[in-house]
């Protein structure tokens, strides 16, 4: 008597690689994290990036979700969390603008010629002093590179390749911050950014970037 055919067992797929997921906390430990990432961005002078804040948390709390979480707890209160420059910072609501502006002193802003050439730079970068100039149709004085440097709004990007090996500029983190930008991506229509509206305190930041070369080759 024959035997049956023996049957061929279903190939089996292959093992997957697990996805990382994100850690899981208790109520109560989530409930602290949010208090430690509210803490650390009040007292940070810079936007707090996810991974700095994830040094920061409990075990098992996931800075991403906490950072969501938190900015959903500050929508609509005076104070909200923004993500700019990368990172997260409280910053107070529009529309509350005009009410505070009647009683805070309103921040010096910086010459039109400084805020053009920032935009220059900005949408640019990396750009060479001549390269400025030629863009302005006029002449750039060292006195407005020093002020946007002073700021850390602009830092060197190297030298351009060609005779004399002027300086390249480009914008830094702070440019960011100070206008509220997540990225470079986000920046508005070159006419807004030299608007009589666009003002920036001219305070250095309390932990500035690393400088720049102040001279231009």
Request: proline residues 12%; glycine residues 6%.
């Amino acid at each position: 008597m024959s035997l049956p055919p023996p049957t061929n067992p279903e190939p089996s797929a292959p093992d997957a690689a697990p996805e990382a997921a994100p850690a899981i906390c208790d109520e109560a430990t989530f409930e602290h994290a949010l208090r430690v990432a509210e803490a650390l961005i009040f007292a940070s002078d810079r936007p707090v990036k996810a991974e700095r804040l994830q040094m920061a948390l409990p075990m098992g709390a996931h800075a991403p979700s906490v950072l969501t979480a938190l900015q959903a707890r500050c929508a609509g209160r005076p104070v909200e969390l923004v993500e700019i420059a990368g990172g997260f910072v409280f910053r107070t609501a529009l529309e509350l603008a005009p009410a505070i502006t009647r009683v805070v002193e309103v921040p010096r802003r910086l010459p039109r010629v400084a805020m053009e050439t920032l935009a220059i730079i900005a949408y640019h970068q990396p750009v060479t002093r001549p390269e400025i100039e030629d863009i302005r149709g006029a002449t750039l004085s060292q006195a407005t590179l020093d002020a946007l440097l002073d700021m850390t709004l602009i830092t060197s990007r190297g030298k351009k390749e060609v005779p004399g090996r002027p300086t390249l500029w480009g914008t830094t983190p702070r440019f960011l911050e100070q206008f509220g930008l997540k990225s470079l991506a986000d920046l508005p229509r070159r006419e807004d950014l030299v608007s009589n509206d666009a003002a920036l305190p001219l305070i250095p930041p309390s932990a500035p970037e690393p400088p720049g070369e102040a001279t231009e080759g």
